[in-house]
C-alpha cells in the first residue's frame, strides 16, 4: 500500500514561485513512475511532470517554468514552479503507479495511488 501527501500549496502573485512537496510511505511494485496532475474549477485533471524511474517529463505548460527533484532519503518528491501564471491555479494532486510506458504517464487513470491534493492559487 502506498499513501501520499501533498503539501506547500498556497497563494501567489503572478511571476512568484511555490515548491510543492510529496511525501510517500510505502512504494508501488515494479519500476514505479510519480506524478502531478492538476485540477482547476470545472476544468478536467491535467498532467503536470512526472518521474520515471531517474527520468524526468513535463507537460508542454510547464516546460521551462517547474521543476521535478526528489529526496530518495526521504521518499519525497518535490515540485519546484517558477513564474507562475493564473492559469496555474487549482489543486495539485501528487499519484503513483508502475510499469508505466511513456505515453501512458500523462494519463491519470494509469495511477493507483493519490494524494488528497494541495490548493495553489495565483492572483494578485
Known amino acids: 500500500q502506498v499513501q501520499l501527501v501533498e503539501s506547500g500549496g498556497g497563494l501567489v502573485q503572478p511571476g512568484g514561485s511555490l515548491r510543492l512537496s510529496c511525501a510517500a510511505s510505502?512504494?508501488?511494485?515494479?519500476?514505479?513512475?510519480i506524478a502531478w496532475f492538476r485540477q482547476a474549477p470545472g476544468k478536467e485533471r491535467e498532467y503536470v511532470a512526472s518521474?520515471?524511474?531517474?527520468?524526468?517529463y513535463y507537460s508542454d505548460s510547464a516546460k521551462g517554468r517547474f521543476g521535478l527533484s526528489r529526496d530518495v532519503a526521504e521518499n519525497t518528491v518535490y515540485l519546484q514552479m517558477n513564474s507562475l501564471k493564473p492559469e496555474d491555479t487549482g489543486t495539485y494532486y501528487c499519484?503513483?503507479?508502475?510499469?508505466?510506458?511513456?505515453?501512458?504517464?500523462?494519463?491519470?487513470?494509469?495511477?493507483?495511488?493519490w494524494g488528497p491534493g494541495t490548493q495553489v492559487t495565483v492572483s494578485s
Open positions: 499519484a503513483a503507479g508502475s510499469n508505466l510506458r511513456s505515453p501512458e504517464l500523462r494519463d491519470s487513470g494509469r495511477y493507483n495511488y
Open positions: 510505502g512504494r508501488p511494485s515494479g519500476t514505479p513512475a
Open positions: 518521474f520515471r524511474g531517474t527520468n524526468t
